[in-house]
């Protein structure tokens, strides 16, 4: 079935680091990717997406590009803020599955100034 | 325009007990998704409504039910609680089936005592 796997936390970074959090996917086919944040107290918000292999999805400073050769959608940040401290999942949706979300067990990252 | 909104916001409830939880869907949107995440776990796909009608389902047992109205507006019902049914409960909505945004409410953290 489709699944997502990302990369354990949690992750703790001084201010200004570079961030890169991995997610790699199973599916058949060509899924559609997500990420999305959590923060605190608070529900899903969507980052950013890509629908196809090679797109690069991207948002408030955060970049993930679809690699269809490595099943990968990894999510980077250039110079994180306090701000960034979240919960961060990854997730995929396929019509094989209604479109229905898959998510990622989420990676926490903290944001230290 | 107001978000999806969730009722209540947490509640403690016995094993074996029976819970309603409510969610208000986003202005135009007639999709409503019912998600379950654990602590320290990636949300996991409950089912979904569209226009009244439920729309797909995820590995949840029976006990778990729901309705949508005619406003779309939804409710998730869980029986005969367990402990495990411990969680945080989403609620999103989106404007369709299929490849649309769902947005994300913000939760409600349901204990099972």
């Known amino acids: 079935g489709n699944s997502v796997t990302q990369m354990e936390g949690p992750v703790t970074l001084s201010e200004e680091a570079f961030l890169t959090i991995n997610c790699t996917y199973t599916a058949t086919g060509y899924p559609s990717l997500f990420w999305y944040v959590q923060y605190p107290g608070e529900g899903l918000q969507l980052l950013l997406k890509?629908?196809?292999?090679?797109d690069k999805g991207s948002n408030k400073g955060f970049e993930a590009t679809y690699r269809k050769e490595t099943t990968s959608f990894h999510l980077e940040k250039g110079s994180v803020q306090v701000s960034d401290s979240a919960v961060y999942f990854c997730?995929?949706?396929?019509?094989?599955?209604?479109?229905?979300?898959?998510f990622g067990a989420g990676t926490t990252v903290t944001v230290r100034a | 325009e107001t978000g999806v909104t969730q009722s209540p916001t947490h509640l403690i409830k016995t094993r074996g007990q029976q819970v309603t939880l409510r969610c208000s869907s986003q202005s135009g949107h007639n999709t409503v998704s019912w998600y379950q995440q654990a602590l320290g776990q990636g949300p996991q796909f409950i089912f979904q409504?569209?226009?009244?009608?439920?729309?797909g389902r995820g590995n949840f047992p029976p006990r778990f039910s729901g309705l949508q109205f005619p406003n779309y507006s939804s409710e998730l019902n869980v029986n005969a609680l367990e402990l495990d049914d411990s969680a945080l409960y989403l609620c999103?909505?989106?404007?369709?089936?299929?490849?649309?945004?769902?947005?994300f409410g913000p939760g409600t953290r349901l204990t099972v005592t």
């Open positions: 409504y569209y226009r009244e009608e439920e729309n």
């Open positions: 999103a909505s989106s404007q369709g089936q299929g490849t649309y945004e769902q947005y």
């Open positions: 890509a629908t196809k292999a090679d």
């Open positions: 997730a995929l949706s396929h019509r094989s599955n209604d479109y229905k979300l898959s």
